[in-house]
């Protein structure tokens, strides 16, 4: 063997070598991130914790109940709005959408899924808190549904049209209009897709913080209702990461375990949803 | 019977007739009635840029175009303008950059290369998880490890690199430099994910062509498939670069939010999207909001640009992997 050839095969070698390297610093990172939180998390976690209203400033213990009721409150109200409205936006897109209206609406859903979610806060501020004077919940909701739309709206484009098209023409042969197809056959067949893309958009806003700074804004109390200042899981756990008091450090540490678990759990989820075989696959 | 079914011309019987254009009419409204929905899209994106714009003009009028390019921002005295933002929001993702796209190029290619399949996906799935983690939390674990951790490597930095500009002043620990690494880690997951898909989409001919040739396997890494994926991997920087622009909850909590324009990554700095996440909420005077949504305003036109060339960029390499 020459001597070039194997200087090559070494640098081969090496260069394989490096891109595994980085690849372990890029898992490492993960995986030093889930590990440091799970154990500074569980440390503070308790029932209380989860079940208690916060204590007043400079008081220790107490617990987050409103943040997680309140991040409930306007995921829900979020999804309510996103959900409909992404997979009926994307029932055009898909089934009618190769037009000019078609492009126009990809086009658009690309914009708002680009532009910072800070931006759609103020926005939100502007929509729904400025009318009516008031933080709300109902302002975060609205905040979250616009991130949500165009997340929605691509993944649930993408399993209808792996929906194939044989099915759509049996519908139609069997002298169904077309309507009922969609509604009756296509959705259906796509369910599984719809439901996987919807549980991804979900907790991807479930983390959510800089829209909900000027609209749901945080509380330290209990909120019934949809129309005043609520707490918020991501709200609690900025506020208390920048305070000064210890205590609340740590009780920022479990909210992020809380946080980061119904994170993973969402994820895996979906990624369990589409790893099952299909029943129309045989 | 099978006349009708043989000539299209001829006519329906009645009540059957009726039925088709009662369908036909069901269809229509359908149709209308989604696309009322994929429409509001379009609708959304209008208003946000025309709110953008409407709640936004107070400062411009007063300032100008000079807004962009100057530097004092002090709100007691109500006079503003965005550089000092702007520098930092540009720096940070740079910084970001020059990390995430080695490590997230690389580990595409031991993903796509190396990697047997099914552990390929698996890792792919782990990288994504790591895009899944919230920003704020990325934010907590900044204040509390990276924070102290850049504080302790500091004096190092200036003690061996101090004769460059970028590397002098106070260890501070919150700064530039900590900003631009968490933001590494934010956008490291997409470079890996989409230039992994690229990589694995250049046609098999075109690789096994260069191994026949005797390339070695990074020969045509090098020769073959970065050349050939070249396009659509900028494309994914740039989408990556997209999101960093935007970063706005880990960035806020360790940059140091200091609107100053300092050549030093050390020290404390601001961005675009830190300044609204502080002050919005607290602005009063109506030139102070005007002037942090002209912020916003410019935030909103260069993410659009930049989302804009990343998306023209990978259609372009769909196109040619479709055409092979």
């Given amino acids: ?282 | 019977m099978k006349k009708i079914i043989s000539s299209p011309a001829a006519p329906l019987p009645v009540p059957l007739r009726m039925r088709r254009l009662r369908e036909r009419a069901g269809d229509r409204l359908f149709r209308l009635f989604v696309m009322g929905f994929g429409g509001s899209v379009i609708v959304l994106a209008g208003a946000i840029f025309w709110q953008l714009i409407k709640t936004s003009h107070l400062a411009w009028q007063k300032f100008g175009l000079p807004f962009i390019w100057t530097s004092v921002w002090d709100p007691v005295n109500d006079v503003y303008g965005a550089l000092p933002f702007i520098y930092g929001t540009v720096v940070s993702s740079a910084i970001a950059l020059a990390i995430a796209v080695p490590l997230g190029l690389g580990s595409a290619l031991f993903l796509a290369e190396m990697a047997p399949k099914r552990l390929s996906s698996a890792l792919t799935f782990l990288i994504e998880l790591l895009a899944a983690i919230p920003s704020v939390i990325l934010g907590l674990m900044g204040i509390f490890i990276l924070v102290p951790a850049v504080k302790a490597a500091e004096p190092f930095l200036i003690k061996t690199l101090g004769f460059l500009p970028f590397f002098r002043g106070t260890p501070y620990g919150v700064g530039m430099l900590t900003a631009g690494l968490i933001l590494s880690i934010m956008i490291l997951p997409y470079i890996t994910t989409i230039s992994r898909d690229v990589i694995l989409s250049v046609p098999r001919s075109l690789k096994e062509g260069a191994l026949a040739l005797g390339a070695t396997h990074w020969e045509t890494v090098r020769l073959v498939i970065l050349p050939f994926s070249r396009s659509a991997i900028f494309g994914a920087i740039f989408l990556a670069l997209g999101r960093a622009l935007g970063e706005t909850m880990a960035v806020t909590m360790v940059i140091g939010n200091t609107p100053k324009i300092s050549l030093s990554l050390l020290d404390p700095a601001y961005t675009m999207s830190a300044v609204l996440a502080n002050e919005f909420a607290e602005a009063t005077s109506d030139l102070h909001v005007h002037s942090l949504i002209s912020i916003a305003l410019i935030l909103f036109c260069m993410t659009i640009v930049v989302n804009g060339l990343a998306r023209l960029l990978i259609y372009q390499v769909n196109l040619k992997g479709a055409k092979q």
């Fill in chain 1, 1 to 282: 063997m020459s001597a070039g050839f194997r200087r090559r095969q070494r640098i081969n070698t090496f260069m394989f070598f490096l891109t595994g390297v980085f690849t372990f610093i890029a898992l490492s990172t993960l995986f030093f991130i889930l590990g440091y939180i799970a154990y500074h998390g569980i440390s503070s976690l308790s029932w209380d914790f989860v079940t208690k209203l916060p204590k007043p400033v400079g008081e220790t213990g107490g617990g987050i109940a409103n943040a997680i009721v309140g991040s409930l409150k306007i995921v829900g109200l979020a999804s309510l709005i996103g959900i409909p409205v992404g997979v009926l936006g994307a029932v055009y897109l898909a089934e009618f959408g190769g037009n000019r209206i078609g492009f126009l609406i990809r086009y658009a859903a690309d914009v708002i899924n680009g532009v910072p979610s800070i931006v759609i806060g103020i926005f939100a501020y502007a929509l729904v808190v400025l009318p009516m004077k008031q933080f709300s919940a109902l302002s975060g909701g609205v905040a979250l549904s616009i991130i949500m739309i165009p997340l929605v709206i691509r993944t649930t484009e993408e399993f209808l049209r792996l929906v194939p098209g044989s099915i759509r023409e049996a519908a139609l042969a069997l002298g169904l209009p077309q309507w009922k197809v969609i509604l009756r056959v296509v959705l259906p067949t796509a369910a599984r897709g719809i439901l996987t893309g919807a549980i991804l958009s979900v907790s991807r806003i479930a983390g959510e913080t800089a829209p909900l700074l000027f609209t749901a804004f945080g509380n330290r109390y209990w909120d019934d209702g949809l129309l005043h200042p609520i707490a918020a899981l991501p709200l609690t756990i900025f506020t208390y990461a920048i305070s000064p008091y210890d205590d609340w450090h740590k009780q920022a540490w479990a909210a992020a375990l809380i946080l980061i678990l119904i994170v993973l759990i969402g994820n895996i989820l979906a990624r369990l949803l589409m790893k099952q075989p299909s029943p129309q696959s045989h």
